[in-house]
């Protein structure tokens, strides 16, 4: 079993930065992929990005692609997820969701982390 908590949303103004930190506890040598999403309330959840846990490979999504990096430190079993150039439509609760090798699903969720952009 791996637990999850995100840390790092907060108020911000259209072009400043944030970065969201996902600490993965308990059998983290199990976690294989790590994925953030985020969701604005009655919208569909939308997939930002995700990190091979082992390679460090990472995927984003075309709407934060160039603004949004992804990364993890291993050896603090944490995930980041660095937002610069934010936009005000960026504002949505931002989660991350871990899976284990062979699983193809997330079986692990973060807590969520309202981010919330002003014009």
């Known amino acids: 079993q791996v637990q999850l908590e995100e840390s790092g949303g907060g108020l911000v103004q259209a072009g400043g930065s944030l970065r969201l930190s996902c600490a993965a506890y308990?059998?983290?040598?199990?976690?294989?992929?790590m994925v953030w999403f985020r969701q604005v309330p009655g919208k569909e959840r939308e997939f930002v990005g995700s990190?091979?846990?082992?390679?460090?490979?990472?995927e984003h999504a075309d709407s934060v692609r160039g603004r949004f990096t992804i990364s993890r430190d291993r050896a603090k079993n944490t995930g980041y997820l660095q937002l610069n150039r934010l936009k005000t439509e960026d504002t949505a609760i931002y989660y991350c969701?871990?899976?284990?090798?062979?699983?193809?699903?997330?079986?692990?969720w973060g807590q969520g982390t309202q981010v919330t952009v002003s014009s």
């Open positions: 969701a871990g899976e284990p090798a062979g699983a193809g699903s997330f079986q692990w």
């Open positions: 308990g059998r983290t040598f199990d976690l294989y992929r």
């Open positions: 990190i091979s846990w082992s390679s460090g490979s990472t």
